[in-house]
């Protein structure tokens, strides 16, 4: 008698009807996210798996391929007389300019542990942006770049784009 009420209680779900007269299947097809590798009843037509597919294929297709030139700020172009932007412009000159994007990523982080003017500072940070960029570090160029969104919106919206049309999710084998 319990199993006669539960069953009472339950909502029946009538199916989805579109404009055009079409139904959707129910329920919405099963997406593992988390992938636990269970098995489950695939409720997606053959013909949206293959228009999906070619989605995909020409996303790939159209990905940016080319990375993006190193980005030098006016200020660092010249050695400043001294101060921040001078031990800045020196960290650059010995790494950052000689393609040393680990050894500079390095220096970059320790320069920025220490109190600095803030536009010193922001300066700093792209370059440790694009110094993982370049490194191919690209989840955490994003993070960086995106921490400088508000100080430089052009500029990082530009990199992070890049960043993310370069990066590609790690394949679980």
């Known amino acids: 008698m319990s199993s ?81 932007d001078y031990l800045l412009f020196d960290i650059l000159k010995t790494t950052f300019i000689k393609k040393k994007y680990s050894d500079a990523a390095v220096s970059l982080q320790k320069f920025l542990a220490q109190n600095r003017t803030k536009e010193t500072s922001a300066r700093a940070a792209f370059y440790l942006g694009e110094s993982h960029y370049f490194m191919e570090n690209y989840d955490t160029a994003v993070s960086v770049f995106l921490g400088l969104a508000e100080t430089y919106p052009q500029l990082t919206n530009r990199w992070i784009e890049s960043s993310l049309d370069l990066y590609r999710a790690p394949i679980e084998q």
């Open 4 to 84: 006669e009420k539960t069953a009472a209680k339950q909502p029946t779900i009538e199916p989805k009807t579109y404009e055009n007269g079409e139904i959707r299947e129910l329920p919405l097809p099963y997406v593992d996210i988390l992938g636990d590798g269970t098995k489950h009843e695939k409720t997606i037509s053959k013909k949206t798996q293959e228009t999906a597919s070619s989605f995909i294929r020409q996303k790939k297709e159209s990905v940016r391929t080319k990375k993006l030139s190193p980005y030098i700020f006016d200020e660092d172009l010249i050695s400043p007389p001294g101060g921040d």
